[in-house]
């Protein structure tokens, strides 16, 4: 069995000759260091957070839920976290 990574997906050649393509995401070495937030929002619209992050909010105003999930972007672009609630550039 031979195991690569290919762009963000697993290929497995197994002995018998067939071949899984198994899709992992985005990969992770792909981060980018964005300047504000009107830039990060162009690709992740309601913000990248860490995984377990939980958008902090006041009064009654709803949590954003449906940002990205990835540690690596996030560690990038701490400096866009402004509540350092974990999750920078949250949108609705």
Partial sequence: MV???LRGALVVTLAL?????????????????????????KKYKHGVGKKGAKDKVRG???????????????AKNTHLDRDKDKVACEKR
Avoid at 17 to 41: F, I, M
Avoid at 61 to 70: A, D, I, L, Q
């Fill in 3 to 5: 195991s690569t990574l």
């Fill in 17 to 41: 000759g067939s071949t899984l393509v198994v899709v992992t995401g985005p990969a992770e070495a792909a981060a980018t260091k964005y300047k504000n937030c009107t830039a990060l929002n």
């Fill in 60 to 74: 009654s105003t709803k949590p954003v839920t449906n940002f990205t999930v990835s540690d690596s972007v996030y």
